[in-house]
């Protein structure tokens, strides 16, 4: 089975600007998860995604927002990016809903970098 | 406060030599505790997770609630355990978030 791909792997953009990243889970999982990782702030959740509903969601503004289709791929959306909006960005998938049972399956991460 | 942490940043052992990597954990529940690992240049990916009380790798972690504590332990390590080694916490409910440790960096040296 192909694994999880994200796309693009890296972008560069400047502040104020929006950016859309892509996560394709691995085939017959519906449940996409996305993670920031910075130097300062280590692996941060974002929100996880299961039959095209977001089902979790962590500390963070209104400007990342997701959504997932129903093919299970999934988009996050950045607006009015902030140089603190660099990072890695992780998506993870799994069967099911992340927890104890399933198994989340990592992405290779997109960086983005905002000038 | 939910949270979860590794006090070690960086951690240095040699060939051969037992390894444990420390995680203590704060939630007011019965959350379920995983371990991840980053070998260089590869994903992030699970290691161990409490529930199935399994050896990977020679790694063990043994979840004790009333220390609130993960360790990882390995009795001897080897050269290729160098890695990124996380610590998370995944909720028994869907209304709590994800939390991951910051991480510890394992070198084995030889």
């Known amino acids: 089975k192909a694994g999880v791909t994200q796309t693009p792997r890296y972008l560069i953009k400047t502040r104020g600007q929006q950016v859309t990243l892509s996560c394709s889970p691995i085939?017959?999982?519906?449940?996409v998860s996305w993670y920031q990782q910075t130097p300062g702030q280590g692996l941060q959740f974002l929100f996880e995604y299961f039959s095209e509903t977001q089902r979790n969601k962590g500390n963070f503004p209104g400007r990342f927002s997701g959504r997932q289709f129903s093919n299970s791929r999934s988009e996050m959306n950045v607006s009015t990016l902030e140089l603190g909006d660099s990072a890695l960005y992780l998506c993870a998938s799994s069967l099911g809903l992340a927890g104890a049972v399933e198994t989340q399956y990592f992405g290779p991460g997109t960086r983005l970098l905002v000038l | 406060a939910q949270r979860v942490t590794q006090p070690e940043k960086l951690l240095s052992v040699f060939k051969g030599a037992p390894v444990e990597l420390k995680c203590n954990y704060s939630?007011?529940?019965?959350?379920?505790l995983f371990w991840y690992v980053q070998y260089s240049r590869q994903r992030l990916q699970l290691l161990l997770r409490h529930i199935s009380r399994e050896s990977i790798k020679g790694f063990t972690a043994d979840l004790n609630k009333g220390e609130t504590s993960f360790h990882l332990k390995k009795p001897f390590a080897q050269e290729e355990d160098s890695a990124m080694y996380y610590c998370?916490?995944?909720?028994?409910?869907?209304?709590?978030?994800?939390?991951f440790g910051p991480g510890t960096s394992l070198s084995v040296i030889p």
């Open positions: 998370a916490l995944f909720p028994p409910t869907y209304y709590d978030k994800v939390i």
């Open positions: 939630y007011s529940g019965s959350p379920e």
């Open positions: 085939s017959g999982h519906r449940s």
